[in-house]
């Protein structure tokens, strides 16, 4: 026979451990906000509450770039990505246009003070977003990335972009 059984509560500690176990699988994106939400002691406020809910249900990815010319970090930054992206590739390879165009704003600033600029590397731990760079990855599932992204694979075909 059939018993009816209690409502589940909310159990914010359980729900941080889910999310805490998640960032170490996937990556820094989910970190942030778990160590934020986690600073929280005793019995969580509402807004904790509300903050954990909304981490279950993001769908953003977050972008992080470092450059650094003759082995100093000169410029660095860390936000969320403000569209959904449908893949860690199209993430990645979005995260790497943005930072590839960064570098290019460094490079004009620093040109004009009359410093040499060497080649401009981005690193990217994606091979997905590597082969779209360099044009040999465009297949059925990356046609729908958006075209203003795309110009990374026109900087690297010209030479003025190095991928690895």
């Known amino acids: 026979m059939f018993q009816a059984q209690e409502p589940c509560v909310f159990k914010p500690r359980s729900a941080l451990g889910v999310l805490l176990y998640l960032a170490v699988l996937t990556g820094p ?14 019995i969580p406020t509402a807004a904790v509450q509300k903050g954990i809910d909304r981490t ?79 044009g040999k990855g465009v297949t059925q599932r990356s046609r729908h990335i958006d075209t203003k992204y795309h110009w990374l694979g026109e900087k690297v075909a010209s030479g003025d972009v190095r991928v690895c």
Not at 29 to 42: F, I, K, N, Y
């Open 29 to 42: 994106d989910l970190s942030t906000t778990v160590r934020w939400l986690a600073q929280e002691p005793g």
């Open 56 to 134: 279950f249900q993001e769908r953003k990815s977050s972008t992080g770039y470092a450059i650094y010319y003759n082995g100093s970090l000169v410029d660095w930054g860390s936000k969320r990505q403000t569209m959904v992206t449908l893949s860690s590739t199209e993430s990645e390879y979005v995260a790497m246009a943005r930072e590839v165009q960064e570098y290019i704003g460094l490079m004009m600033v620093l040109k004009d003070l009359g410093i040499k600029i060497g080649e401009i590397v981005a690193l990217v731990d994606n091979q997905g977003a590597q082969y779209l760079a360099e």
